[in-house]
């Protein structure tokens, strides 16, 4: 009987063999095809009821699929390589690399200011490796964390990694599992961690060949995508542990710290032991075995604090969740849009809240979903939570795939990066933001089925139904629009890059000062000024305070609390590009201090 602890798929051992475990119960046979080194078909040996074993000696590089009775042949539903892409063999791999990591323990939560790319249009070249010569700028900017969306391989050379199909396999050309390794090594090397957006929601579309082998599906459910995975029904064990297995791949072999889980909301799963809480029991239980900290992020629109309670408390147990509501509060504020999930967000109280309660619905009516939506979030900590002013969803799903810098002034994009950075959570950056990148970030396939092709088209123009956008969508499928999306040279070292890249880079090292590192949700203070469109947020730690006045409007003017009171930054010092009025370095109770519009300033008492 196969042991439980193996892995599905080809996995090559020290001593030159590979093993191949397929779950594939409805199969009368099923024999290996290889296709290099040599061409040879060898039978697999039914293990128990539903898995099929095979054990050979291969060299890694070995190309192979998998023959049914009726000679139909499929490759590897846990493919570890597709060089050839998803309808081609998949490819025997060597996991071993010379790690130089080995006292590389992973960074807790709290140190987190993760950085979202997307590799294929972060660089050029579009690879792995070519995200390495940036990261000691990243480093320099405080970045601690580097976010790299789905890297699984996908139809195609270009997409933004959410229509995966073989949830093992590094995408073959942006350096496969090799090149995986070498990034994740440069940044343990910078004292960076490594977080992989990975998506066990859904399959793709176009070279989905799972359903040949196993039940992986379920007619119970449907997502936005299509099907639904079968984490609850009959043969659901399997694709658990399909999907788990997976998320030790990453962690184990390929050194990953995090997985941000996409759309947790879209899993639907009545078992009494979620397959969500499965996946953090065994990923927690590998890091200890590890010694090294493995976290489990979720994205989630449900607004359920179940999603990061601790399971002692009834909770998943996952580490944290982003926090879309944040986001859309602090939109809406910069850029006056009231379309689409949009229209439920617009006062100055709701980012206020979003600053104390973190889902801004929590059991309120929504008029967007003309329900009421979200519970109340007490009891968790501010660390659990991440948030943001731009990310690929609120950047890509746009019509345009307008940058926030396109729709807000430069000063407002600097209140929205003190609003993020200054906050008591988590920060994300999305890649070009700290300098104002002006390159758009669009949406962007490269299928080759021509109805499917055309089918996303009309998908597309569909989603921005409810939004009030000009002009048309760019076709997804023109190479063009990817390459509209690649980066430029960062522009750091002159104009107002440089101004909007120093403050950055100052704002994450004032959220390092004593009064920002408190993450208790009472240390946490916020008055809201509609009239004004003025945020007042006050935040604690022990003795050390920091008052900080985040303008959205024109207000001229607030009175400091009480306290004897140091500036640390305002944003309308010439160097950051502001009016360059001068305010008081030191200044006491209820001093008046003046405002720019769209104006940041923060000053501290205590230590």
Avoid at 338 to 358: C, E, I, M, N, P
Avoid at 367 to 375: K, L, Q, S, T, Y
Wanted: charged letters at 25%; glycine letters at 8%; a negative charge.
């Amino acid at each position: 009987m196969v042991e439980q602890t193996a892995a599905p798929g080809a996995t090559y051992r020290s001593d030159g063999s590979t093993q191949f475990l397929v779950w594939a119960p409805s199969v009368e046979r099923l024999s290996l095809h290889l296709l290099s080194p040599r061409d040879e078909l060898t039978p697999l040996q039914k293990d128990g009821e539903y898995h099929w074993l095979l054990k050979i000696d291969l060299p890694p590089g070995s190309q192979y699929k998998f023959r049914f009775e009726d000679g139909s042949e499929f490759p590897d539903p846990a493919s570890r390589s597709q060089p050839q892409g998803v309808h081609g063999p998949s490819t025997v791999v060597d996991t071993n690399f010379d790690w130089h990591d080995q006292q590389w323990r992973g960074l807790p939560l709290q140190e987190q200011i993760f950085y979202e790319l997307h590799v294929g249009t972060f660089t050029a070249d579009g690879t792995f490796e070519a995200v390495i010569p940036h990261l000691d700028r990243l480093a320099d900017l405080g970045i601690t964390s580097i976010e790299l969306m789905p890297v699984s391989q996908f139809p195609g050379s270009r997409n933004w990694g959410y229509d995966g199909v073989y949830p093992y396999a590094a995408h073959h050309s942006y350096g496969g599992p090799a090149g995986l390794q070498k990034l994740v090594d440069a940044c343990h090397q910078r004292g960076m961690a490594v977080v992989l957006d990975v998506v066990y929601n859904h399959l793709g579309p176009e070279g989905n060949y799972v359903s040949r082998f196993a039940p992986y599906f379920t007619d119970r459910y449907r997502t936005p995508w299509g099907s639904a995975l079968n984490f609850d029904g009959p043969g659901s064990d399997e694709v658990r542990r399909y999907f788990i297995e997976s998320a030790l791949y990453w962690t184990t072999e390929l050194h990953i710290d995090a997985l941000r889980l996409d759309a947790v909301h879209a899993i639907t799963d009545s078992s009494a032991y979620p397959f969500l809480q499965e996946l953090s029991d065994a990923v927690h239980a590998r890091g200890r075995e590890l010694d090294r900290a493995i976290q489990l992020i979720a994205e989630s629109d449900l607004n359920d604090p179940r999603t990061v309670r601790d399971t002692e408390s009834g909770g998943l147990g996952l580490d944290a969740q982003w926090s879309d509501d944040f986001h859309h509060a602090l939109h809406v504020l910069l850029t006056g849009e009231r379309s689409g999930y949009y229209q439920d967000f617009g006062s100055v109280r709701d980012l206020a809240d979003a600053y104390t309660q973190t889902f801004v619905y929590a059991d309120r009516y929504s008029p967007h979903r003309r329900r009421r939506h979200g519970a109340p979030l007490t009891d968790v900590d501010t660390s659990r939570f991440v948030v943001f002013s731009q990310n690929h969803d609120q950047t890509g799903n746009r019509m345009l795939g307008e940058r926030l810098s396109d729709l807000a002034s430069f000063a407002q994009c600097q209140l929205a990066a003190a609003a993020v950075l200054l906050s008591p959570y988590l920060p994300l950056l999305f890649m070009g933001e700290e300098y104002g990148e002006e390159a758009p970030f669009l949406y962007f396939t490269s299928h080759s089925d021509e109805s499917l092709i055309e089918a996303v088209r009309e998908g597309r123009k569909r989603e921005f139904a409810a939004f009030e956008w000009a002009g048309q969508p760019l076709d997804p499928h023109d190479e063009m629009t990817m390459k509209r999306s690649v980066l430029q040279p960062p522009r750091v070292t002159s104009g107002t890059g440089a101004i909007l890249h120093d403050f950055y880079r100052e704002l994450i090292a004032i959220r390092k000062r004593p009064a920002f590192r408190s993450t208790r949700r009472e240390d946490v203070e916020t008055h809201s000024d509609e009239s004004r469109r003025l945020l007042l947020l006050t935040r604690r730690n022990g003795t050390a305070r920091a008052f900080i006045a985040l303008n959205f409007g024109d207000a001229t003017e607030i009175h400091l609390p009480p306290g004897r009171w140091t500036r640390v930054i305002v944003s309308s010092e010439n160097r950051w590009g502001g009016s360059g009025a001068e305010l008081p370095a030191a200044a006491g109770d209820g001093e008046v201090i003046p405002l720019d519009k769209h104006s940041l300033l923060v000053y501290e008492t205590g230590e």
